[in-house]
Protein backbone atom coordinates (compact mmCIF):
# COMPACT_ATOMS: atom_id res chain seq x y z
CA UNK A 1 0.00 0.00 0.00
CA UNK A 2 0.91 3.70 -0.22
CA UNK A 3 2.32 6.01 2.04
CA UNK A 4 1.15 9.33 3.05
CA UNK A 5 2.53 12.33 4.52
CA UNK A 6 0.62 14.25 7.28
CA UNK A 7 1.01 17.43 9.04
CA UNK A 8 -0.30 16.42 12.70
CA UNK A 9 -1.14 19.61 15.53
CA UNK A 10 -1.09 17.52 18.84
CA UNK A 11 -1.89 19.28 22.14
CA UNK A 12 1.05 19.28 23.97
CA UNK A 13 0.57 19.29 27.80
CA UNK A 14 2.95 18.45 30.58
CA UNK A 15 0.61 17.50 33.58
CA UNK A 16 -2.66 18.90 35.16
CA UNK A 17 -1.85 22.40 35.57
CA UNK A 18 0.63 22.89 33.03
CA UNK A 19 -0.42 25.36 30.22
CA UNK A 20 -0.82 23.17 26.88
CA UNK A 21 -0.61 23.94 23.23
CA UNK A 22 -0.77 22.59 19.90
CA UNK A 23 2.72 21.21 18.46
CA UNK A 24 3.18 20.67 14.96
CA UNK A 25 4.68 17.71 13.55
CA UNK A 26 5.48 16.16 10.32
CA UNK A 27 4.19 12.73 10.32
CA UNK A 28 6.52 11.12 7.93
CA UNK A 29 5.64 8.51 5.78
CA UNK A 30 2.64 6.61 6.94
CA UNK A 31 1.20 3.81 5.69
CA UNK A 32 -2.44 3.69 5.54
CA UNK A 33 -2.39 0.34 6.73
CA UNK A 34 -1.95 1.54 9.91
CA UNK A 35 -4.26 2.34 12.25
CA UNK A 36 -4.21 5.59 14.13
CA UNK A 37 -3.21 4.62 17.09
CA UNK A 38 0.00 3.00 15.36
CA UNK A 39 0.65 6.23 13.53
CA UNK A 40 1.46 7.60 16.92
CA UNK A 41 3.76 4.84 18.06
CA UNK A 42 5.51 5.49 14.52
CA UNK A 43 5.92 9.32 15.30
CA UNK A 44 6.85 8.78 18.97
CA UNK A 45 9.11 6.22 18.00
CA UNK A 46 11.00 9.01 15.98
CA UNK A 47 10.50 11.39 18.89
CA UNK A 48 12.36 9.21 21.37
CA UNK A 49 15.13 8.70 18.93
CA UNK A 50 15.72 12.53 18.94
CA UNK A 51 15.53 12.59 22.63
CA UNK A 52 12.63 14.47 22.72
CA UNK A 53 9.21 13.14 25.17
CA UNK A 54 6.89 11.19 23.12
CA UNK A 55 3.40 11.85 22.49
CA UNK A 56 1.24 10.16 25.44
CA UNK A 57 -1.92 8.62 24.66
CA UNK A 58 -4.36 6.25 26.09
CA UNK A 59 -4.63 2.70 25.28
CA UNK A 60 -4.81 -1.00 25.58
CA UNK A 61 -7.07 -3.78 23.67
CA UNK A 62 -6.22 -1.49 20.56
CA UNK A 63 -9.49 -4.14 19.19
CA UNK A 64 -12.29 -1.40 20.39
CA UNK A 65 -13.85 -3.30 23.09
CA UNK A 66 -11.89 -1.87 25.93
CA UNK A 67 -12.62 1.76 25.75
CA UNK A 68 -9.23 3.25 26.99
CA UNK A 69 -8.09 4.79 23.91
CA UNK A 70 -9.76 8.48 22.32
CA UNK A 71 -8.93 11.53 21.38
CA UNK A 72 -10.49 14.25 19.50
CA UNK A 73 -9.17 13.99 15.69
CA UNK A 74 -10.07 17.32 13.28
CA UNK A 75 -13.06 18.12 16.44
CA UNK A 76 -14.38 14.62 16.19
CA UNK A 77 -14.08 12.24 19.32
CA UNK A 78 -12.25 9.06 18.02
CA UNK A 79 -11.83 10.54 14.38
CA UNK A 80 -14.28 10.74 11.68
CA UNK A 81 -15.64 7.31 10.79
CA UNK A 82 -19.08 6.53 12.47
CA UNK A 83 -18.91 3.43 15.31
CA UNK A 84 -15.09 3.36 15.45
CA UNK A 85 -12.59 3.50 18.11
CA UNK A 86 -9.67 5.43 17.82
CA UNK A 87 -7.87 2.46 17.72
CA UNK A 88 -10.15 0.99 14.87
CA UNK A 89 -9.69 4.11 12.92
CA UNK A 90 -7.44 3.53 9.43
CA UNK A 91 -4.64 5.92 8.06
CA UNK A 92 -6.86 4.90 4.62
CA UNK A 93 -9.31 6.94 5.52
CA UNK A 94 -7.27 10.24 5.51
CA UNK A 95 -5.56 11.82 2.59
CA UNK A 96 -2.06 12.85 1.85
CA UNK A 97 -1.29 15.78 2.62
CA UNK A 98 -4.18 16.30 5.59
CA UNK A 99 -3.56 18.48 8.16
CA UNK A 100 -4.77 16.87 11.61
CA UNK A 101 -5.27 18.87 15.15
CA UNK A 102 -5.48 16.13 17.86
CA UNK A 103 -6.87 17.00 21.14
CA UNK A 104 -7.75 15.39 24.66
CA UNK A 105 -11.15 14.95 25.68
CA UNK A 106 -11.98 18.10 26.97
CA UNK A 107 -14.99 18.06 30.08
CA UNK A 108 -14.50 20.11 33.70
CA UNK A 109 -14.81 16.16 34.98
CA UNK A 110 -12.38 14.90 32.35
CA UNK A 111 -8.71 16.20 33.68
CA UNK A 112 -6.07 16.07 31.52
CA UNK A 113 -3.13 14.25 32.71
CA UNK A 114 -0.64 14.70 30.38
CA UNK A 115 -1.20 15.10 26.64
CA UNK A 116 -3.84 13.28 25.45
CA UNK A 117 -4.68 11.42 28.57
CA UNK A 118 -7.37 12.45 30.43
CA UNK A 119 -8.61 11.04 33.57
CA UNK A 120 -11.89 9.52 33.07
CA UNK A 121 -12.54 8.06 36.90
CA UNK A 122 -15.45 10.06 36.98
CA UNK A 123 -17.52 7.38 34.52
CA UNK A 124 -15.81 4.32 37.72
CA UNK A 125 -17.20 6.53 40.58
CA UNK A 126 -20.82 6.61 38.38
CA UNK A 127 -21.28 2.99 38.03
CA UNK A 128 -19.66 2.65 41.64
CA UNK A 129 -22.49 5.06 42.73
CA UNK A 130 -25.42 2.50 41.10
CA UNK A 131 -24.32 0.77 38.42
CA UNK A 132 -24.61 -2.82 39.80
CA UNK A 133 -26.94 -5.33 40.30
CA UNK A 134 -26.17 -6.95 44.43
CA UNK A 135 -26.91 -10.33 43.89
CA UNK A 136 -25.42 -13.18 46.66
CA UNK A 137 -23.48 -15.38 44.95
CA UNK A 138 -24.28 -18.96 45.82
CA UNK A 139 -25.43 -22.19 43.66
CA UNK A 140 -25.73 -21.25 39.47
CA UNK A 141 -29.57 -20.50 39.04
CA UNK A 142 -30.99 -22.51 35.87
CA UNK A 143 -31.03 -21.17 33.23
CA UNK A 144 -34.27 -19.60 31.55
CA UNK A 145 -35.81 -19.82 35.29
CA UNK A 146 -36.11 -15.94 34.91
CA UNK A 147 -38.08 -15.76 31.62
CA UNK A 148 -36.95 -12.05 29.78
CA UNK A 149 -38.62 -10.95 26.44
CA UNK A 150 -36.37 -11.25 23.56
CA UNK A 151 -36.72 -7.56 22.90
CA UNK A 152 -35.79 -6.49 26.64
CA UNK A 153 -32.63 -8.93 25.81
CA UNK A 154 -32.08 -7.25 23.03
CA UNK A 155 -32.13 -3.66 24.36
CA UNK A 156 -30.15 -4.32 27.37
CA UNK A 157 -27.37 -5.98 24.93
CA UNK A 158 -27.51 -2.68 22.86
CA UNK A 159 -27.29 -0.53 25.98
CA UNK A 160 -24.41 -2.84 27.16
CA UNK A 161 -22.24 -2.29 24.30
CA UNK A 162 -21.11 0.56 25.88
CA UNK A 163 -17.40 0.38 26.27
CA UNK A 164 -16.75 3.78 29.03
CA UNK A 165 -14.81 5.31 26.54
CA UNK A 166 -16.14 8.85 27.38
CA UNK A 167 -16.34 10.30 23.83
CA UNK A 168 -20.09 11.62 24.54
CA UNK A 169 -19.05 13.55 27.04
CA UNK A 170 -16.52 14.65 24.74
CA UNK A 171 -18.80 15.45 21.74
CA UNK A 172 -21.28 17.00 24.00
CA UNK A 173 -21.72 20.61 23.99
CA UNK A 174 -22.42 20.75 27.83
CA UNK A 175 -19.66 18.08 28.48
CA UNK A 176 -22.87 15.87 29.80
CA UNK A 177 -22.49 12.45 30.71
CA UNK A 178 -26.14 11.28 30.03
CA UNK A 179 -25.34 8.75 27.55
CA UNK A 180 -22.88 7.06 29.60
CA UNK A 181 -25.32 6.78 32.30
CA UNK A 182 -28.20 5.94 30.37
CA UNK A 183 -26.90 3.31 28.62
CA UNK A 184 -25.67 1.67 32.40
CA UNK A 185 -29.13 2.48 33.66
CA UNK A 186 -30.76 0.86 30.51
CA UNK A 187 -28.64 -2.21 30.20
CA UNK A 188 -29.42 -2.92 34.01
CA UNK A 189 -33.35 -1.70 34.60
CA UNK A 190 -34.11 -3.42 31.29
CA UNK A 191 -33.42 -7.19 33.18
CA UNK A 192 -35.19 -8.13 36.00
CA UNK A 193 -31.99 -8.75 37.82
CA UNK A 194 -31.74 -4.78 37.90
CA UNK A 195 -35.23 -4.11 39.13
CA UNK A 196 -34.78 -4.30 42.60
CA UNK A 197 -32.40 -1.59 42.73
CA UNK A 198 -33.68 0.51 40.04
CA UNK A 199 -35.00 3.39 41.71
CA UNK A 200 -31.93 3.58 44.06
CA UNK A 201 -29.29 3.41 40.89
CA UNK A 202 -31.54 6.33 38.95
CA UNK A 203 -31.31 8.52 41.62
CA UNK A 204 -27.88 7.65 42.85
CA UNK A 205 -25.97 7.50 39.51
CA UNK A 206 -27.72 11.03 38.35
CA UNK A 207 -26.77 12.89 41.74
CA UNK A 208 -22.88 11.52 41.31
CA UNK A 209 -22.90 12.62 37.84
CA UNK A 210 -24.15 16.33 39.08
CA UNK A 211 -21.37 16.61 41.89
CA UNK A 212 -19.13 15.54 39.35
CA UNK A 213 -19.71 18.74 37.52
CA UNK A 214 -20.54 17.08 34.12
CA UNK A 215 -22.95 19.22 31.92
CA UNK A 216 -26.74 19.24 31.68
CA UNK A 217 -28.17 17.17 28.92
CA UNK A 218 -29.90 19.71 26.25
CA UNK A 219 -30.53 16.64 23.94
CA UNK A 220 -28.00 17.82 21.21
CA UNK A 221 -27.86 14.23 20.10
CA UNK A 222 -24.48 14.77 19.10
CA UNK A 223 -23.50 12.14 21.68
CA UNK A 224 -25.10 9.52 19.93
CA UNK A 225 -23.60 10.52 16.54
CA UNK A 226 -20.06 10.07 18.07
CA UNK A 227 -20.94 7.01 20.22
CA UNK A 228 -18.46 4.42 18.88
CA UNK A 229 -20.77 1.70 19.66
CA UNK A 230 -24.04 3.75 18.08
CA UNK A 231 -25.45 4.04 22.06
CA UNK A 232 -29.22 5.55 20.96
CA UNK A 233 -30.41 8.52 23.06
CA UNK A 234 -33.49 6.80 23.18
CA UNK A 235 -31.83 5.06 26.39
CA UNK A 236 -31.44 9.13 27.39
CA UNK A 237 -35.08 9.22 27.24
CA UNK A 238 -35.16 6.00 29.39
CA UNK A 239 -32.92 7.09 31.88
CA UNK A 240 -34.92 10.28 32.40
CA UNK A 241 -38.56 8.10 32.91
CA UNK A 242 -36.33 6.20 35.63
CA UNK A 243 -35.10 8.82 37.08
CA UNK A 244 -38.78 10.72 37.08
CA UNK A 245 -40.12 7.48 38.19
CA UNK A 246 -38.37 6.86 41.11
CA UNK A 247 -37.73 10.47 42.28
CA UNK A 248 -41.57 11.77 42.09
CA UNK A 249 -43.32 8.59 42.76
CA UNK A 250 -40.47 5.92 45.06
CA UNK A 251 -39.73 6.24 48.79
CA UNK A 252 -35.96 6.23 47.91
CA UNK A 253 -33.94 10.00 48.09
CA UNK B 1 -38.55 12.53 48.15
CA UNK B 2 -41.12 13.75 45.85
CA UNK B 3 -40.79 17.84 45.96
CA UNK B 4 -39.98 20.32 43.37
CA UNK B 5 -37.00 21.59 45.66
CA UNK B 6 -35.12 18.28 45.37
CA UNK B 7 -36.15 18.01 41.74
CA UNK B 8 -34.61 21.54 40.76
CA UNK B 9 -31.13 20.37 42.99
CA UNK B 10 -31.03 17.67 39.85
CA UNK B 11 -30.24 17.88 36.16
CA UNK B 12 -32.46 15.74 34.97
CA UNK B 13 -35.21 17.53 37.45
CA UNK B 14 -34.38 21.06 35.71
CA UNK B 15 -34.89 19.28 32.46
CA UNK B 16 -38.29 18.19 33.18
CA UNK B 17 -38.82 21.47 34.88
CA UNK B 18 -38.04 22.99 31.59
CA UNK B 19 -39.93 20.94 29.89
CA UNK B 20 -42.93 21.19 31.60
CA UNK B 21 -42.91 24.75 31.42
CA UNK B 22 -42.35 24.72 27.79
CA UNK B 23 -44.98 22.44 26.73
CA UNK B 24 -47.12 24.93 28.55
CA UNK B 25 -45.72 27.80 27.11
CA UNK B 26 -46.12 26.23 24.14
CA UNK B 27 -49.90 25.09 24.44
CA UNK B 28 -50.62 29.25 25.66
CA UNK B 29 -49.06 29.99 22.05
CA UNK B 30 -51.31 27.79 20.35
CA UNK B 31 -54.51 29.42 21.95
CA UNK B 32 -52.63 33.46 21.21
CA UNK B 33 -52.15 31.82 17.73
CA UNK B 34 -56.03 30.61 17.39
CA UNK B 35 -57.03 34.13 19.26
CA UNK B 36 -54.77 36.15 16.14
CA UNK B 37 -56.01 34.44 13.71
CA UNK B 38 -59.57 36.11 14.31
CA UNK B 39 -57.95 38.83 12.87
CA UNK B 40 -58.49 36.94 9.17
CA UNK B 41 -62.41 37.38 9.78
CA UNK B 42 -61.86 41.71 9.71
CA UNK B 43 -61.66 44.07 11.83
CA UNK B 44 -65.04 43.51 13.89
CA UNK B 45 -64.64 40.14 14.42
CA UNK B 46 -61.25 40.70 15.70
CA UNK B 47 -62.36 43.43 17.86
CA UNK B 48 -65.45 41.63 19.32
CA UNK B 49 -62.81 38.91 20.08
CA UNK B 50 -60.75 41.07 22.22
CA UNK B 51 -63.92 43.16 24.05
CA UNK B 52 -64.79 38.93 24.95
CA UNK B 53 -61.75 38.57 26.41
CA UNK B 54 -61.30 42.04 28.43
CA UNK B 55 -65.09 41.20 29.74
CA UNK B 56 -63.80 37.93 31.17
CA UNK B 57 -61.96 40.33 33.86
CA UNK B 58 -60.85 38.91 37.15
CA UNK B 59 -60.32 35.13 34.79
CA UNK B 60 -57.81 37.43 32.53
CA UNK B 61 -55.77 38.37 35.48
CA UNK B 62 -55.63 34.82 37.24
CA UNK B 63 -54.62 33.84 33.78
CA UNK B 64 -51.75 36.65 33.20
CA UNK B 65 -50.40 35.72 36.77
CA UNK B 66 -49.89 32.33 35.89
CA UNK B 67 -48.23 33.21 32.63
CA UNK B 68 -45.87 35.42 33.66
CA UNK B 69 -45.13 33.10 36.44
CA UNK B 70 -44.56 30.02 33.76
CA UNK B 71 -41.92 32.88 32.09
CA UNK B 72 -40.08 33.22 34.89
CA UNK B 73 -39.69 29.63 35.56
CA UNK B 74 -38.68 28.35 32.31
CA UNK B 75 -36.36 31.50 31.97
CA UNK B 76 -34.58 30.94 35.30
CA UNK B 77 -34.22 27.57 34.91
CA UNK B 78 -33.08 28.11 31.40
CA UNK B 79 -30.40 30.70 32.31
CA UNK B 80 -28.97 28.58 35.16
CA UNK B 81 -28.75 25.27 32.70
CA UNK B 82 -26.77 27.53 30.39
CA UNK B 83 -23.94 28.63 32.83
CA UNK B 84 -23.81 25.41 34.26
CA UNK B 85 -23.52 23.92 30.27
CA UNK B 86 -20.79 26.37 30.01
CA UNK B 87 -18.73 25.96 33.52
CA UNK B 88 -18.91 22.03 32.27
CA UNK B 89 -16.50 22.88 29.71
CA UNK B 90 -14.27 25.25 30.96
CA UNK B 91 -11.26 24.50 28.13
CA UNK B 92 -12.52 25.12 24.61
CA UNK B 93 -11.45 22.99 21.91
CA UNK B 94 -9.36 24.44 19.35
CA UNK B 95 -11.32 23.00 16.44
CA UNK B 96 -15.02 22.51 16.98
CA UNK B 97 -16.86 20.29 14.45
CA UNK B 98 -20.63 18.83 14.61
CA UNK B 99 -21.43 15.34 14.86
CA UNK B 100 -24.34 15.75 12.70
CA UNK B 101 -26.34 15.73 15.90
CA UNK B 102 -27.26 19.11 16.47
CA UNK B 103 -29.87 21.23 13.86
CA UNK B 104 -30.10 24.87 13.63
CA UNK B 105 -32.83 25.25 16.32
CA UNK B 106 -30.51 23.19 19.38
CA UNK B 107 -27.58 25.13 18.83
CA UNK B 108 -29.32 28.44 19.34
CA UNK B 109 -31.69 27.84 21.70
CA UNK B 110 -30.09 30.35 24.65
CA UNK B 111 -30.15 32.91 22.29
CA UNK B 112 -33.71 32.32 20.66
CA UNK B 113 -34.88 32.53 23.96
CA UNK B 114 -33.16 35.70 24.99
CA UNK B 115 -34.59 37.87 21.41
CA UNK B 116 -38.07 35.91 22.94
CA UNK B 117 -37.55 38.01 26.07
CA UNK B 118 -36.97 41.14 24.59
CA UNK B 119 -39.95 40.59 22.34
CA UNK B 120 -42.44 39.85 24.84
CA UNK B 121 -40.82 43.12 27.05
CA UNK B 122 -41.64 45.41 23.56
CA UNK B 123 -44.95 43.14 23.11
CA UNK B 124 -46.33 43.81 26.18
CA UNK B 125 -45.26 47.83 25.77
CA UNK B 126 -47.42 47.77 22.66
CA UNK B 127 -50.43 46.46 23.46
CA UNK B 128 -50.80 45.45 27.05
CA UNK B 129 -49.55 48.53 29.00
CA UNK B 130 -51.07 50.42 26.41
CA UNK B 131 -54.18 53.00 26.04
CA UNK B 132 -56.86 50.12 26.31
CA UNK B 133 -59.74 52.30 25.10
CA UNK B 134 -58.25 52.29 20.86
CA UNK B 135 -59.85 49.43 19.16
CA UNK B 136 -57.53 46.29 19.29
CA UNK B 137 -57.91 46.22 15.29
CA UNK B 138 -56.29 49.99 15.11
CA UNK B 139 -53.57 49.66 17.84
CA UNK B 140 -52.45 46.55 15.09
CA UNK B 141 -52.85 48.36 11.91
CA UNK B 142 -51.03 51.22 14.15
CA UNK B 143 -48.08 49.96 15.25
CA UNK B 144 -47.29 47.01 12.64
CA UNK B 145 -47.97 49.31 9.94
CA UNK B 146 -44.58 50.32 10.47
CA UNK B 147 -41.42 49.01 9.07
CA UNK B 148 -39.15 48.95 11.19
CA UNK B 149 -41.79 47.48 14.05
CA UNK B 150 -43.08 45.14 11.73
CA UNK B 151 -39.53 43.64 10.65
CA UNK B 152 -38.66 43.63 14.68
CA UNK B 153 -41.76 41.35 14.65
CA UNK B 154 -41.12 39.37 12.13
CA UNK B 155 -37.41 38.59 13.32
CA UNK B 156 -38.87 37.84 17.15
CA UNK B 157 -41.28 35.33 15.51
CA UNK B 158 -38.76 33.65 13.59
CA UNK B 159 -36.82 32.77 16.59
CA UNK B 160 -39.95 31.65 18.21
CA UNK B 161 -39.97 29.16 15.49
CA UNK B 162 -36.17 28.36 15.41
CA UNK B 163 -37.06 27.80 19.30
CA UNK B 164 -39.80 25.52 18.86
CA UNK B 165 -38.05 23.45 16.22
CA UNK B 166 -36.13 21.84 18.37
CA UNK B 167 -38.28 22.49 21.21
CA UNK B 168 -41.11 20.87 20.71
CA UNK B 169 -39.12 17.58 19.78
CA UNK B 170 -37.01 17.82 22.84
CA UNK B 171 -39.23 18.52 25.92
CA UNK B 172 -40.67 15.04 24.69
CA UNK B 173 -37.13 13.31 25.29
CA UNK B 174 -36.46 15.42 28.55
CA UNK B 175 -39.79 13.65 30.16
CA UNK B 176 -38.60 10.16 29.16
CA UNK B 177 -40.85 9.92 25.71
CA UNK B 178 -38.99 8.47 22.93
CA UNK B 179 -40.40 5.58 21.41
CA UNK B 180 -39.34 3.73 17.86
CA UNK B 181 -42.98 3.84 16.79
CA UNK B 182 -43.63 7.49 17.75
CA UNK B 183 -40.21 9.21 17.51
CA UNK B 184 -40.20 10.09 13.93
CA UNK B 185 -43.72 11.39 13.64
CA UNK B 186 -42.65 13.59 17.42
CA UNK B 187 -39.43 15.14 15.53
CA UNK B 188 -41.82 16.23 11.89
CA UNK B 189 -44.48 16.83 14.18
CA UNK B 190 -42.24 19.33 15.87
CA UNK B 191 -41.21 20.96 12.70
CA UNK B 192 -44.75 21.02 11.98
CA UNK B 193 -45.71 22.79 14.96
CA UNK B 194 -43.05 25.37 14.38
CA UNK B 195 -43.69 26.43 10.81
CA UNK B 196 -47.35 26.60 11.48
CA UNK B 197 -46.86 29.01 14.77
CA UNK B 198 -44.25 31.05 13.24
CA UNK B 199 -46.10 31.52 9.49
CA UNK B 200 -49.46 32.64 11.24
CA UNK B 201 -47.97 34.64 13.66
CA UNK B 202 -45.98 36.38 11.07
CA UNK B 203 -48.93 36.27 8.76
CA UNK B 204 -49.93 39.33 10.71
CA UNK B 205 -47.21 42.00 10.74
CA UNK B 206 -46.77 40.86 6.87
CA UNK B 207 -50.75 41.82 6.31
CA UNK B 208 -50.33 44.55 8.09
CA UNK B 209 -47.65 45.81 5.91
CA UNK B 210 -48.92 44.96 2.24
CA UNK B 211 -52.14 44.78 2.87
CA UNK B 212 -54.01 47.99 2.26
CA UNK B 213 -57.60 46.46 3.48
CA UNK B 214 -56.43 44.05 6.06
CA UNK B 215 -58.59 45.46 9.30
CA UNK B 216 -59.93 48.35 7.85
C1 LIG C 1 -42.82 31.57 23.65
C2 LIG C 1 -42.21 31.21 24.72
C3 LIG C 1 -41.40 29.97 24.86
C4 LIG C 1 -41.74 28.68 24.55
C5 LIG C 1 -43.04 28.18 23.96
C6 LIG C 1 -40.60 27.85 24.87
C7 LIG C 1 -40.56 26.50 24.72
C8 LIG C 1 -39.48 25.70 25.03
C9 LIG C 1 -39.46 24.27 24.96
C10 LIG C 1 -40.63 23.39 24.55
C11 LIG C 1 -38.21 23.86 25.31
C12 LIG C 1 -37.70 22.42 25.35
C13 LIG C 1 -37.53 21.94 26.75
C14 LIG C 1 -36.70 20.68 26.78
O1 LIG C 1 -35.68 20.61 26.11
O2 LIG C 1 -37.10 19.76 27.48
C15 LIG C 1 -37.43 25.02 25.59
C16 LIG C 1 -36.09 25.01 25.95
C17 LIG C 1 -35.35 26.13 26.26
N1 LIG C 1 -35.85 27.42 26.38
FE1 LIG C 1 -37.71 28.02 25.88
N2 LIG C 1 -39.58 28.64 25.36
C18 LIG C 1 -40.03 29.93 25.37
C19 LIG C 1 -39.35 31.05 25.82
C20 LIG C 1 -38.04 31.03 26.29
C21 LIG C 1 -37.36 32.17 26.82
C22 LIG C 1 -37.94 33.56 26.98
C23 LIG C 1 -36.10 31.75 27.15
C24 LIG C 1 -35.04 32.64 27.74
C25 LIG C 1 -34.18 32.29 28.62
C26 LIG C 1 -35.99 30.35 26.82
C27 LIG C 1 -34.87 29.57 26.98
C28 LIG C 1 -34.79 28.23 26.74
C29 LIG C 1 -33.58 27.45 26.83
C30 LIG C 1 -32.19 27.97 27.18
C31 LIG C 1 -33.93 26.13 26.53
C32 LIG C 1 -33.00 24.94 26.45
C33 LIG C 1 -32.77 24.30 27.78
C34 LIG C 1 -31.79 23.17 27.64
O3 LIG C 1 -32.05 22.23 26.88
O4 LIG C 1 -30.74 23.21 28.28
N3 LIG C 1 -37.19 29.94 26.30
N4 LIG C 1 -38.22 26.14 25.43
S1 LIG D 1 -22.05 5.76 25.48
FE1 LIG D 1 -20.71 5.45 23.68
S2 LIG D 1 -19.39 7.27 23.70
FE2 LIG D 1 -20.31 7.17 25.73
S3 LIG D 1 -18.86 6.03 27.00
FE3 LIG D 1 -20.29 4.50 26.17
S4 LIG D 1 -19.32 3.78 24.27
FE4 LIG D 1 -18.24 5.66 24.82
S1 LIG E 1 -7.66 0.68 22.83
FE1 LIG E 1 -9.32 -0.54 23.59
S2 LIG E 1 -11.00 0.44 22.60
FE2 LIG E 1 -9.33 1.45 21.68
Request: charged share 20%; with cysteine.
Amino acid sequence: MSDIHLTLKIWRQEGPDAPGRLQTYASGPISTDMSFLEMLDVLNERLTGEGEEPVAFDHDCREGICGMCGAVVNGHPHGPEKETTLCQLHMRHFKDGDTLVIEPFRARAFRIEKDLVVDRSGLDKMITAGGFVSVNTGGAPDANAIPIPQKNAEEAMDAAACIGCGACVAACPNASAMLFVAAKVSHLSLLPQGHPERARRALDMVREMDELGFGNCSNERECEAACPKGISIRNIARLNREFLKAAILSDED
Amino acid sequence: MGSIGSLYRSSVGKKSIMAASGLLLSLFLLTHLLGNSVSFLGRDAFNAYAEKLHSLGGLVYVFEIGLLTLFLIHIITGIILYVENLQARPARYSVNTAEGGRSWGSRTMPYTGVIIIVFIIVHLLNFHFTDKSVPVADLVRGLLSRPPLALFYIVSLLAVALHLSHGAWSLFQSIGFNHDKYNGVLLKGALAFSILVGTVFILIPVLALVSRSFLL
